[in-house]
């Protein structure tokens, strides 16, 4: 007798492990709560669906599962995703070691899945959101319907952009079968700063480095194209250490950012380049004597925040007005005091406690029960790795539960 498997959740993780059950023998079952599976995968990367990475490795991931990570990683890493989607018959390209369906649409990658979930003739019930589940006799039963199952894969995503149908009820159904959640925060995201003076600079885009500060100590660092909005800082540098500014300000902890407009120099070389400015131009008026450090809007920022007048010849600033002007290059102190909450969030920070799932991804209070995806308490950093994490641990908890 096949092995009878429940999918919960029709997202990359939730598909993939489904595909992987069948390939090993077992009869699947899928159950999507939207009208269709899938829904997520369109948005990501604006469209064209960044799903891994040429670079890989435990290191770009966060969370409670660190070994758990890696252990998924070397059975299915890049390689593995790469023949897994060659085979279904995806022509693959690669941006400076970010990967991409050749054809440049996010509904590739979901239209080859979808074919591959009917070869397998694997049973797909969309708009069917399963609100319970209990054992009997070893068995799971969910509701609605009642319907008995050997082994269930809970795949419902985390609670990132909730409109797509991963709304972390996911977590109250691994709640109530015994399991922790690390408390779940928003990750990928942009940061809420406290001045009121980002509306001047809304819409700029520059080459930045974004140091973020928890209670005073260095937490996190990234350098990349920043965005300014007009509440605060976005842009991938700042997705990349939002998750550590959420949890702090979860734990009311205090939060800052320095951002530093010349990436490439320190203190010392910054006070340099702007004295041999100086000595070059004396004559000029402060806002001619910067135009052509970085974007205008930040220039006149800057020299606002220095306190100074854009008429002012640079020869005639003080040394001490002249000193806090270049380390405001150097350095701009911002207060976070939040991040954009989950439906502006690319992925969700916390999930099920890694420590509670085997190697296999099997749950240690439940056997039989099984995780895969942003489920668990693994978020990656952006460049493909999230996607990467629902195929692996899809893929692992899939081949496992038909065993
Ligand atoms: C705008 C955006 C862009 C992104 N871009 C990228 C990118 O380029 N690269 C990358 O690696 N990652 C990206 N991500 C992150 C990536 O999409 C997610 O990490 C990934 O989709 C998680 O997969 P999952 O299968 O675990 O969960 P999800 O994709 O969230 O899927 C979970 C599914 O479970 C269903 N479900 C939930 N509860 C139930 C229930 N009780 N019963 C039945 N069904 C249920 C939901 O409807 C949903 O379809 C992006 C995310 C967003 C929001």
């Given amino acids: 007798m096949k092995?009878?498997?429940?999918?919960?959740?029709?997202?990359?993780?939730?598909?993939?492990?489904?595909?992987?059950?069948?390939?090993?023998?077992?009869?699947?079952?899928?159950?999507?709560?939207?009208?269709?599976?899938?829904?997520?995968?369109?948005?990501t990367g604006n469209g064209r669906?960044?799903?891994?990475?040429e670079?890989?490795?435990?290191?770009?991931?966060?969370?409670?599962?660190?070994?758990?990570?890696?252990?998924?990683?070397?059975?299915?890493?890049?390689?593995?995703?790469?023949?897994?989607?060659?085979?279904?018959?995806?022509?693959?390209?690669?941006?400076?070691?970010?990967?991409?369906?050749?054809?440049?649409?996010?509904?590739?990658?979901?239209?080859?899945?979808?074919?591959?979930?009917?070869?397998?003739?694997?049973?797909?019930?969309?708009?069917?959101?399963?609100?319970?589940?209990?054992?009997?006799?070893?068995?799971?039963?969910l509701m609605p319907g009642k319907m008995c199952y050997d082994?269930?894969?809970?795949?419902?995503?985390?609670?990132?952009?909730?409109?797509?149908?991963?709304?972390?009820?996911?977590?109250?159904?691994?709640e109530r079968l015994g399991h922790r959640i690390v408390s779940p925060v928003p990750a990928l995201c942009a940061l809420r700063c406290r001045e009121t003076f980002y509306k001047q600079v809304a819409g700029v885009r520059c080459d930045a480095k974004v140091t973020l500060f928890v209670e005073g100590r260095e937490a996190a660092a990234d350098r990349g194209e920043l965005q300014l909005t007009d509440y605060g800082l976005s842009g991938i540098p700042v997705f990349q250490i939002s998750r550590h500014a959420a949890k702090a300000l979860r734990e009311k902890k205090q939060v800052t950012a320095l951002v530093s407009f010349l990436p490439d120099l320190d203190e010392e070389a910054c006070r340099k380049f702007f004295k041999k400015r100086l000595d070059l131009r004396p004559d000029d008026e402060m806002t001619i004597f910067l135009t052509g450090i970085v974007n205008k809007k930040i220039n006149s920022l800057l020299l606002k925040l220095a306190g100074m007048r854009e008429k002012e010849r640079a020869g005639s600033v003080d040394a001490a007005s002249f000193a806090r002007l270049w380390r405001l290059y150097c350095g701009?102190?911002?207060?976070?005091?939040?991040?954009?909450?989950?439906?502006?969030?690319?992925?969700?920070?916390?999930?099920?406690?890694?420590?509670?799932?085997?190697?296999?991804?099997?749950?240690?209070?439940?056997?039989?029960?099984?995780?895969?995806?942003?489920?668990?308490?693994v978020d990656g950093i952006c460049g493909g790795y999230n996607l990467q994490w629902a195929f692996a641990s899809g893929a692992a908890a899939g081949e496992a539960a038909a065993l």
Avoid at 49 to 53: K, L, W
Wanted: charged share 25%; with cysteine; aromatic share 8%.
């Fill in 49 to 53: 669906c960044n799903f891994s990475n």
């Fill in 151 to 174: 082994a269930v894969i809970l795949a419902c995503g985390g609670c990132a952009a909730p409109e797509t149908g991963s709304d972390g009820n996911g977590f109250a159904l691994a």
């Fill in 332 to 377: 701009l102190e911002t207060k976070i005091v939040d991040t954009n909450g989950f439906e502006r969030a690319q992925v969700c920070a916390g999930g099920v406690d890694c420590g509670e799932v085997t190697e296999n991804l099997m749950s240690k209070k439940l056997p039989g029960l099984y995780f895969a995806g942003e489920i668990l308490d």
């Fill in 55 to 141: 670079k890989m490795g435990a290191q770009y991931y966060h969370g409670s599962g660190k070994d758990l990570t890696e252990c998924i990683l070397e059975r299915f890493g890049t390689e593995w995703t790469v023949a897994f989607f060659e085979t279904l018959g995806m022509r693959i390209k690669s941006r400076d070691g970010y990967l991409y369906p050749a054809s440049d649409q996010a509904s590739t990658v979901l239209d080859l899945l979808r074919y591959e979930l009917d070869r397998r003739r694997i049973t797909v019930h969309t708009g069917k959101r399963i609100t319970h589940i209990g054992t009997q006799n070893g068995k799971f039963i």
């Fill in 3 to 43: 092995r009878k498997i429940a999918v919960i959740g029709g997202g990359p993780a939730g598909m993939t492990a489904a595909i992987r059950a069948a390939q090993a023998g077992a009869d699947v079952t899928l159950y999507e709560g939207n009208d269709r599976v899938g829904k997520k995968i369109l948005s």
